[in-house]
Every structure is written in structure tokens, then in C-alpha cells.
């Protein structure tokens, strides 16, 4: 299915550590590759690289850079395609400000969670894309602050595999939403 | 769905590069990360990483008793849980052979690879999975060589988003392709 515009958002902060306090994540080369590759699969317009640290937006740029313009580019001709859809921003806000401002429209905000229970499952999901453009917001780190959760945005259900382990990489679980959005409407997962 | 017995094989040779040609391609530590806790979450029980390189061997060796033993394992439970799926097989007929002696029965090699036109569909593959033990074949570089699919193993069809973009990382497709075998039988995806 295809449905309303969709961007997706990397967040770098504010997110958790293992011990649970608030840091600044440092951008990972792989998930920039990953993520970006991903949402150019599945028709994703922007991926939204949120990160506050000056030298992370430094490096995300000469990442981007090196496989959107030279030696890379040539190298690799679908892995620039891939990397022109990020976008660099400071803070979730901004990156939400620009998806709308790009499209003219109110987006909405989704936020995903490994351990959520309050989420609208996939089919409610696939239904709200079907109406209006969304912003994909996945977390780094150990995952995005509780303070995102209280703005009343959209949450999504966890992706859930067999038993109670439930630990994919961002990577990962980037790649697993997006396709299971891209199911068609009607599928009950 | 559970279904039978699932395990996954990450191919380093033979493999293609950009060119075509066959090479043994390097161990990437996030590929095994990755890839374990997505076999973990969707209740694979092994995850063989195929590879005839001694030093490549003893790297993953290395990997895995860091998080499985020492501080690692203290330090991420959760990873240790995952990475201890990891076996290491010289060629891919000896993780076939090891899965088979583990389960004591045939098991079902599955090929995959992003080009392939010769594919059975999702929902074939997972009629498949509750008849018989499947071993999921990924392959790193630019795919499995050509002479993987002359042995009349099953080939699953590719991983498909809108339009023609098809390069997935080898990390997201195999959570994709976890997270569709999962779903349940009736599907149509």
C-alpha cells in the first residue's frame, strides 16, 4: 500500500542509557546505512538524523557526503540515493517542523517503544497512514525519553516476536515497521 | 505462528562482490549482533555463521565470548542470550549437516537473495515452516553465488518495497524475513 507521506526519525536525544538517565546517543555509521536504505525501500521521503552534538552533525555529513558525492557516489550509486533522504536537525521538534513545512500539512507524530503498552497496534497504524502523512520516531540508545510519551502523541505497539525477548537493534525493528506499514490495510497484523 | 524448528545461515563464501566475481567476504561484528537478536527474538535456535576463514573463525570466537562470558555478559544479559545462538561452519553443507544432527531429521535449506526471480512467496514459505525444519540462507556482499541455486534447494522470493529500490542491508532483510515467517499462516503477505 502507499497511503499519506511518510518520513522517518532517528533520535539521538533526549534518550536513555542502560542505567536510565538522559544522554546525547553518538550517531552510529551503520544505523545511518541501514535505516536510510530501508526507508528508500519503502517509499519513506525523509529520514530525520536528531541529534543536538555539533560533532555528530559534523560527522553525519561527512558520511553523507562521501557516498552522496564523490568516490562513494560512483561506487555505490544506491546507497546515495539511499543517503540523500537524511536530513540532519537538532531536535525532534525541528524535525517534525520541517516534515510539515515540506508538505504544507499537519504530519503526525509517531513514537515507538520496545516496552510499551499503550501503543495503537500495526492495522490502526497502516489506517492512520492511509489519512495522514506520519513522522516514524525510533529511538537510540536504551530508547526515547519518558518526556516524548507525555506530549500526547501517537504510540505505536512493540514489534513482539515469540516468548518475552524483545531486544532488536533499531536497525532491525526500523526495517520491521516499515514493512509491516507497508502491508496492505486489510492484513490483521 | 511457531511452526517447526528455524535456523539462520549468514554466508561469507561463496559470495559475490560488486563485480560478480567470488570472494570470502569479512565477518561484520554488527551483522552478528544484529542477526542474533532478531533469530532471538523470533525464536530461532541457531544462527550459523558460515565462513572457511580461520582468522574470520576465531574473530566471531572472539565476539561472542566477549558478550557471553566475561563483563559483556554481565553488562548486556540480553545480548549474551542472543550471540550464544552463534555457530561457526566452514561451508554451508556443514551447517546444514550440524542443524540436521541436532534435530535428527532432514531440515529444509531456504535460499535467498534480493534478485531473484525463481521464488516461492511468503505464504508458501511459512506452509513450509509448519511442515518442516528450515534453515534460512542469507547471504552478505553482493549475495550468494550462482552455483548455490543449482542444487535444487527452495528459493525464497526477495523482500520487496514500492517501486524498484532493492538493497536492503543483509541485517534489515533478515529481520524482515523473521518478522514474515512469523506471521500467521493465513496471511496473504
Not at 530525520?48 to 557516498?67: D, G, M, S
Request: glycine share 6%; hydrophobic share 45%.
Amino acid at each position: 500500500m502507499s497511503g499519506q507521506p511518510l518520513a522517518v526519525a532517528l533520535v539521538h536525544a533526549p534518550v536513555l542509557d542502560r542505567r536510565g538517565d538522559r544522554v546525547v546517543s553518538a550517531v552510529t555509521n551503520l544505523d545511518l546505512h541501514d535505516i536510510a536504505r530501508s526507508a528508500r525501500t519503502y517509499g519513506a521521503r525523509r529520514f530525520y538524523v536528531v541529534t543536538p552534538a555539533h560533532e555528530q552533525v559534523a560527522l553525519v555529513k561527512r558520511i553523507t557526503r562521501h557516498w552522496s558525492e564523490g568516490h562513494g557516489a560512483a561506487y555505490h550509486p544506491d546507497r546515495a540515493e539511499a543517503l540523500r533522504l537524511i536530513e540532519t536537525v537538532p531536535r525532534l521538534e525541528a524535525a517534525i517542523a520541517a516534515w510539515e513545512a515540506e508538505l504544507g500539512r499537519p504530519v503526525c507524530p509517531v513514537l515507538t517503544g520496545a516496552a510499551r503498552q499503550d501503543g495503537i497496534d500495526f492495522v490502526a497504524c497502516r489506517r492512520l497512514r492511509a489519512e495522514q502523512p506520519l513522522l516514524l520516531i525510533l529511538g537510540t540508545g536504551w530508547g526515547l525519553a519518558p518526556e516524548l510519551f507525555e506530549r500526547g502523541w501517537t504510540v505505536l505497539e512493540p514489534v513482539r516476536g515469540v516468548a518475552n525477548y524483545n531486544h532488536l537493534s533499531v536497525r532491525a525493528a526500523a526495517a520491521i515497521i516499515l514493512d509491516r506499514l507497508h502491508l496492505p490495510e486489510t492484513v490483521a497484523v
